[in-house]
């Protein structure tokens, strides 16, 4: 058993990104990081609605991959006294919660699972009809199609049971940083007015939710900004002290890099107004952060200021939007991109006699060109992969985007090779904001079932 | 003075809130922010990013940090809901703003940086 964690510190890791990221730096985190509490980040924008369609066709509502992750972490949490924090939950905390309960059980584990709910404002928002940010319209005029409709919680729920003494909570929305805010407000009896205090576990947890984001993850340029031993890459753990201060580690001996620059850039990170970093439990502001950067893969951060906090919740609604079709060509050697250019002239002439594209907007992409610069660069490229995308209503006017093709196998210019492709359903949201007094987060034990 | 890219003056992480991009920008060395702060203006991202960007450009300078955040609105083709693009976060726009030409003095340390990091 690991030692009671002292009162004035609480250390927390960051054990993902997002629900596939690296298991094993998770692991390290919780064997060799000496942490408290480990953060498992695991829903984008999109993700809750997939996971909400996927539930109504039978699905549980929560990653399938989840139960595998925690076979592995489970164990190695209770084994170190550390808890843990997901917003694995999905579109189903609850039912999500009783699954991590029967995994304890199983591992003959002794663990207090708590589920976090109240994210879901499907009926608030259909009786009192909010604006949507996108359209400047109700959000009755979505019609059918909605797939979802969730707020963004903040960490009161999760603060009530940490302090209630679970070891797992699972939850469904909440903003990413409030899984680390929770625990912090729990562990130092924070209330919800102390703005400074909220402003530093929010950014604690803003700079966690990204795991190795914070470590020298997405930040290497070779023989410019170089970043040691990146396979094996330790994601970061945020020591935060009752001085409010906050400090970055890593596990000892894990790869690498934390310093003024990878702490500099995952903090503006998705930020609009550094000033005003809007949260459910904080307005954040960083601008007058005193950074110090030991030298030693330590970053110590002061001075992050709160600011009063929205009266309204943002909620997400995501709605279904068709199929994305993305089909590849390669063409090589000389004039290889005169080539891909005729195929994309081709399918474009194809396309627009085709009734079920003939409305589509179709984007044709030269890769190793155009796709990810602004400007075409042919000048020798020898290796172009045509690219063609269109989001289309169904499944059937995607299999004939792919058709047209895969005919230039024999039907196109010279030379073409490698076709591969991909559909997938694609999900639109809509940003729209109801009164924070009119949700109620809610918190609960779940026993297995 | 002489022409070097921003590239080898800075650097910078793009992320992304439904049709706008996020965009952060370090220098190497504190001591270049107030250079970087003359140079690397609204005018001059908004001209960098041409026809990318469609709505307005916001820069926030954060003296203390050494360090500036921008703000590029309608700059993803409608973001994830709408862009077709490979990209469709866009988080390799950051490489756009780092192409940005500076004009900077003969003597400054950023060109011996990219002596050393040109590739042989």
């Excluded at chain 1, 190695?76 to 917003?87: D, Y």
Aim: net charge negative; glycine share 10%.
């Amino acid at each position: 058993m690991a030692t009671q964690p002292e009162r004035g510190k609480i250390r927390i890791g960051g054990g993902s990104a997002f629900f596939n990221d690296r298991l094993d730096a998770a692991l390290e985190l919780v064997e060799k990081g000496n942490i408290d509490v480990l953060m498992i980040e695991t829903l984008a924008e999109r993700t809750l609605a997939l996971l909400h369609v996927a539930k109504r066709r039978g699905g549980s509502g929560y990653w399938d991959n989840l139960a595998d992750r925690l076979r592995v972490l489970l164990p190695a949490c209770a084994k170190h006294g550390t808890k843990l924090v997901t917003n694995g939950g999905g579109a189903a905390p609850e039912g999500c919660a009783a699954m991590v309960a029967r995994l304890a059980r199983e591992s003959r584990i002794e663990l207090k699972v708590a589920a976090v709910s109240g994210d879901d404002v499907t009926d608030l928002v259909r009786a009192i009809d909010p604006v949507l940010v996108e359209t400047g319209e109700p959000f009755s005029k979505l019609g059918a199609g909605i797939i979802s409709t969730n707020a963004y919680l903040g960490a009161d729920a999760i603060a009530a049971a940490y302090a209630a003494g679970a070891d797992v909570i699972v939850t469904g929305r909440v903003t990413d940083s409030a899984l680390a805010l929770g625990p912090a407000m729990a562990h130092f009896g924070w209330k919800a007015d102390d703005l400074d205090a909220m402003a530093c576990g929010v950014l604690s947890g803003h700079l966690l939710e990204c795991g190795g984001q914070a470590t020298g993850g997405y930040f290497a340029e070779p023989g410019l900004k170089d970043v040691p031993d990146l396979d094996r890459i330790g994601f970061p753990i945020a020591e935060i002290g009752d001085d409010r201060s906050i400090t970055i580690t890593k596990p000892p001996g894990s790869g690498g890099r934390i310093d003024r620059h990878t702490i500099l850039e995952q903090i503006l990170y998705e930020m609009h107004d550094p000033a005003a970093y809007i949260t459910p439990d904080v307005t954040l502001d960083v601008t007058e952060l005193d950074l110090e950067d030991s030298g030693t893969d330590v970053v110590r951060l002061r001075g992050a200021r709160g600011h009063a906090r929205p009266d309204q919740l943002k909620v997400l609604a995501g709605v279904d939007s068709g199929v994305l079709a993305e089909i590849e060509i390669s063409y090589g050697g000389i004039n290889a991109d005169g080539r891909a250019r005729l195929a994309a002239d081709i399918i474009r002439k194809r396309t627009s006699r085709n009734p079920m594209l003939g409305n589509q907007t179709i984007q044709f992409d030269l890769i190793g060109v155009n796709s990810v610069w602004p400007e075409d660069e042919t000048r020798s490229v020898r290796d172009v992969r045509l690219r063609v995308a269109a989001r289309v209503p169904d499944q059937r006017a995607a299999e004939q985007l792919i058709t047209e093709v895969e005919a230039l196998y024999v039907n196109g210019p010279a030379g073409g090779g490698g076709v591969r492709f991909a559909t997938r359903p694609t999900i639109r949201t809509y940003t729209t904001f109801v009164p924070r007094s009119q949700v109620t987060p809610r918190w609960q034990f779940v026993e297995a079932r | 003075m002489a022409q070097i890219e921003l590239f080898y003056l800075a650097h910078s992480r793009t992320g992304d809130k439904g049709n706008s991009q996020t965009m952060s920008l370090i220098p190497y060395d504190e001591a270049d922010y107030a250079l970087l702060e003359r140079l690397v203006t609204i005018e001059a991202v908004a001209r960098q990013f041409g026809k990318l960007v469609r709505g307005t450009v916001h820069r926030y300078t954060l003296p203390k940090l050494k360090a500036f955040n921008f703000v590029l609105e309608e700059a993803l083709q409608g973001g994830v809901n709408d862009s077709l693009n490979l990209d469709t976060h866009g988080k390799s726009r950051s490489a756009v703003l780092l192409a940005m030409m500076l004009d900077v003095p003969d003597s400054h340390r950023a060109f011996s940086l990219k002596a050393r990091a040109a590739k042989p």
